[in-house]
């Protein structure tokens, strides 16, 4: 009498589902985080509707409320500002500099700064705005 051996069946696991989800879990971590490094000091930015989400510029100036100036968090004064951007221009990618006031800075503030900074020799100002919180949400 001959007996038949069974074969063992080999157990195949279908990961293809699983993958998957991770893939969507990454997805969704990715589009979810943000990157956007905000400066020590409170600042309240003008708001504008064609505001964008821009890259981080190398050197920033910040002015706040109470007229204090603020070159990449260091606090620098109106009339050192000039000399201060010179020796910084180098170093200050594309010669570009970004300007964030808050919005209840005085106007002639901001335009000394900026008339400032064109003497400095920079040659691009970007005045940074934050978007208008749009009325469907």
């Avoid at 589902?17 to 600042?43: A, R």
């Avoid at 808050?102 to 978007?131: E, I, W």
Wanted: aromatic letters at 4%.
């Amino acid at each position: 009498m001959q007996l038949r051996q069974k074969q063992k069946r080999k157990t195949i696991i279908n990961i293809t589902s699983l993958i998957d989800v991770l893939f969507l879990l990454l997805i969704f971590l990715l589009v979810s985080t943000t990157f956007i490094d905000e400066p020590g000091m409170k600042l309240t930015l003008p708001s504008a509707e064609s505001a964008e989400v821009g890259e981080k510029k190398e050197y920033t100036l910040y002015l706040s409320k109470e007229g204090g100036l603020f070159l990449n968090n260091i606090p620098v004064a109106m009339d050192s500002l000039q000399s201060r951007l010179k020796s910084a221009l180098p170093e200050m990618e594309d010669e570009s500099l970004t300007l964030k006031a808050d919005t209840d800075t005085s106007h002639g503030t901001v335009v000394r700064a900026m008339d400032q900074a064109r003497l400095a020799g920079v040659k691009k100002l970007v005045v940074a705005t934050a978007p208008t919180p749009s009325k469907n949400q």
